[in-house]
């Protein structure tokens, strides 16, 4: 496709008055006082393009950022007391190469097939996005096919009539594909300039399989017993690294694709200072708010793991209603929110 051309902010240096107007006395406040509250200044300070945009920096949920960092002591010293029990039995020593295949197998296949679909990213933009687009309602064909094929009318029917509602869907946004493909060329160009973030996405994906390969080898043994209670703890301490991980990236790259936008000049090599800098606040200044919020969805998942292993389990399949009935209120919860 041709090239798209990006438009960019750029910071300019202005008296904060509007469209040349004389700014307001010292005096004037709206809203009660609302405005220096939230910008952390009093009314009779400048209200400045500067202090608008960087407010005064200060730590976010300091106790949840605490209370991860004080899980995480705790359950590496119990992993650390697993890997030496599990070289003393037969039943958590004989795991550890298979994890470690794999895992092993699974993240460089990861890292393969993310770099190479990064890359067609780059340069077939709206053909990509066609093919996702048909690739999506050929799978519900052929869902209603092998439905079909192996006797089950319901799944051949189901997988039919999602794929007349695909093929209508198609042809709607079909004419709205160079719209969607422009965006996505959008965020590629920022990512193309700060090529940093591949080696921050790659050094966190190292770390959540490090973390796997531990807490699958480490813990084998908790799983022998039948105490839901500690495999609902454990698994919740699995996904809520992982949030955290994930969610700590997410934020490092929305700081940096939003001064590459604004501030290009601070956001256009390979480890630029917007990068340097995201990193810092996300693992510091928000890393409160990270931790809080990859909580609560790792509960979520937590809860979710619990009732498949419930579900293997003949004498918790009472839990197992009880666990889809709490899982149904808080997906709804989070989705309101």
């Not at 992993?79 to 197998?105: D, E, H, K, P, R």
């Not at 419930?310 to 149904?328: K, M, S, T």
């Amino acid at each position: 496709m041709s090239s798209i051309p990006i438009v960019q902010g750029t910071a300019v240096e202005h008296n904060g008055s509007k469209y040349g107007q004389a700014p307001p006395p010292p005096s004037y406040a709206s809203n009660d006082g609302e405005d220096q509250q939230y910008f952390n200044y009093s009314a009779t300070e400048e209200a400045t393009p500067e202090r608008r945009q960087n407010p005064p920096k200060q730590y976010q949920d300091v106790a949840w950022a605490l209370l991860f960092v004080a899980h995480l002591i705790a359950m590496l010293v119990v992993i650390s007391m697993g890997l030496t029990g599990s070289n003393q039995n037969a039943y958590g020593g004989g795991y550890g190469g298979t994890i470690f295949f794999v895992v092993g197998v699974t993240g460089l296949s990861s890292l393969f097939f993310s770099s190479l679909a990064l890359s067609q990213m780059m340069k077939h933009t709206e053909i990509l996005v066609q093919v996702a687009l048909i690739f999506s309602v050929l799978c519900s064909l052929a869902i209603g096919i092998v439905g079909f094929m192996i006797g089950s009318i319901m799944t051949g029917v189901i997988g039919l009539i999602a794929f007349a509602f695909g093929c209508c869907y198609a042809k709607i946004v079909w004419p709205r594909i160079p719209f969607a493909a422009t965006n996505l060329e959008t965020a590629l160009s920022a990512v193309r300039a700060n090529l940093g973030l591949a080696i921050a996405a790659y050094g966190m994906t190292a770390l959540a399989f490090v973390w796997s390969f531990f807490w699958f080898t480490g813990l084998a043994d908790a799983f022998a017993g039948s105490n839901l209670g500690i495999i609902f703890l454990l698994f919740l301490s699995f996904y809520w690294v992982h949030q955290v991980l994930q969610n700590t990236m997410h934020v490092i790259t929305a700081g940096v694709i939003g001064t590459w936008w604004f501030v290009p000049s601070e956001a256009s090599t390979f480890w630029s200072k917007a990068l340097t800098d995201s990193f810092f606040r996300a693992t510091t200044f928000s890393f409160g708010s990270i931790c809080f919020g990859s909580f609560i969805v790792a509960v979520v998942q937590a809860l979710r793991a619990l009732e498949y292993y419930a579900r293997d389990q003949n004498d918790f399949q009472f839990l197992v209603c009880i666990i889809q009935c709490i899982l149904g209120c808080i997906e709804s919860v989070l989705e309101y929110f």
